[in-house]
């Protein structure tokens, strides 16, 4: 059983309802909403209208006040739309209440953003972890819209029962009521789900095992920032880059070759957003670890959007949320050629070590190899070698491998000064048989 969203929603027309709290910053509603009709606009949504209530405190009956429902009914008829999607997310109790007051379909920003991974997931494992999602979002949720549910159920499909071959039949009680069912065709589902994403974790761990030897590096950043289009420049892949929010949700990693004959895995991740729902958080475990076990990610930050400091904190907060705040980190402001020399000045100022490009343009993205050449080159040994020419292929271990700074070569051997990762040196001891070094 895959519990796809209803795909009904998308072209029909759709009003955006935002609300601002006592303690909330106007401008960033503002924006937070704007970015709602950027994911409405994703999903196939046409937003037709976008209302914003201020008030003290939700109503904790229907989030908003009897007036603004009101509002919105009007709102809705006179342009004929069908869904109205606030920008929070609502409990249970408050849909049914909307709902059965507008009759319309209603949902929130954390359906919305499933709806856009739903639809957007390509691989086995994105589909596995997007499903999983939905199924902890739609659990306390159940009403009328899920009991196709258990038409599923009664066929005696064994996917019914989470792939286990069980019967659908099997799970009916006597006296159990359709939404019971429902209740227990879900939850078995999403026990199944998580048991086959441990599995998944296993191998992604065996994975990081494997690469153990070799730098690794993530991109990270709000959504839509530029991070595939950095990747593919970095890479020369041809990874999905599109303007649009949530382009990229498996991750994807290539080789990168850097100076000094340095060679680094990259790996481009999902982009992070406001209000990530944790149902994703929680179900991209497996994947997100990948950023937790780098060696350095690279903070990729939309250099020319209006909240530049609000999208660096949510990234700096999902970090800290998946346990990898404490990787090293470099800013890199992208889409540069969209900003004026003024901003980028301040930025500048403001965050000293960060660096500036254009991922589309390509500016920037040769210094951008060359700094992170200089960041790994600092955990390098450097290396002092009388090197016998009878371990010639020394040499050439230390030039595929390193960076040789000279070689002065003399009638009975080879002096060499020069900068090797430390995961190089078992391997370059073995062929130095008949060589002294000293490290420095």
């Not at 589902?189 to 761990?205: A, G, N, T, W």
């Not at 500048?348 to 790994?376: C, E, F, R, V, Y």
């Amino acid at each position: 059983m895959h519990l796809n969203y209803n795909t009904e929603i998308q072209s029909k027309k759709a009003v955006l309802v935002g609300i601002k709290l006592r303690h909330d910053i106007h401008s960033e509603v503002e924006e937070s909403i704007r970015e709602l009709a950027d994911l409405a606009t994703t999903s196939g949504i046409k937003v037709t209208c976008e209302l914003i209530q201020t008030k003290a405190a939700p109503n904790a009956a229907h989030f908003i006040g009897q007036g603004k429902l009101g509002e919105i009914k009007i709102t809705a008829d006179q342009t004929k739309s069908e869904i109205v999607v606030f920008d929070a997310d609502l409990s249970p109790a408050q849909t049914r209440n909307i709902e059965k007051i507008l009759n319309l379909v209603v949902i929130d920003r954390t359906g919305l953003i499933l709806q856009i991974f739903a639809q957007r997931a390509q691989t086995k494992e994105a589909k596995l972890q997007v499903n999983l999602a939905q199924l902890q979002y739609a659990l306390p949720r159940l009403t009328r819209m899920w009991t196709h549910l258990s038409r599923q159920a009664t066929a005696g499909s064994g996917a019914a029962s989470g792939g286990t071959g069980q019967s659908g039949g099997a799970v009916r009680g006597a006296g159990e009521t359709q939404l019971q069912i429902d209740r227990k065709l879900i939850s078995h589902q999403i026990s199944h789900l998580k048991k086959v994403l441990r599995d998944v974790e296993r191998q992604r761990q065996v994975q990081r095992h494997n690469r153990a030897k070799i730098v690794n590096i993530s991109l990270v950043g709000y959504t839509n920032a530029g991070k595939s289009t950095l990747f593919n420049a970095l890479t020369s892949a041809d990874q999905l880059a599109e303007d649009k929010l949530f382009a990229t949700l498996d991750p994807t990693t290539r080789t990168v070759e850097l100076p000094k004959n340095q060679e680094v895995l990259l790996t481009d991740t999902v982009g992070f957003i406001k209000k990530l729902p944790h149902q994703l958080v929680a179900a991209f475990k497996a994947t997100l670890e990948e950023v937790a076990e780098s060696n350095l990610l690279l903070h990729i930050v939309d250099a020319s959007h209006s909240q530049i400091d609000l999208h660096i904190q949510i990234v700096n907060n999902v970090l800290q949320e998946i346990g990898a705040s404490n990787v090293p980190s470099l800013i890199v402001f992208n889409k540069i050629d969209q900003v004026n020399e003024e901003l980028l000045c301040m930025l500048q100022i403001k965050h000293p070590k960060s660096l500036m490009i254009s991922a589309l343009q390509g500016d920037g993205t040769q210094n951008l190899k060359s700094h992170i050449a200089d960041i790994i080159s600092k955990h390098d040994i450097c290396l002092s070698i009388s090197l016998s020419y009878q371990d010639a292929k020394a040499l050439d271990y230390l030039y595929n491998h390193g960076h040789v700074v000279s070689a002065d070569y003399r009638t009975e051997e080879i002096l060499i000064q020069a900068q090797l990762p430390r995961r190089h040196l078992k391997p370059l001891d073995q062929l130095l048989i008949n060589s002294t070094h000293t490290i420095q």
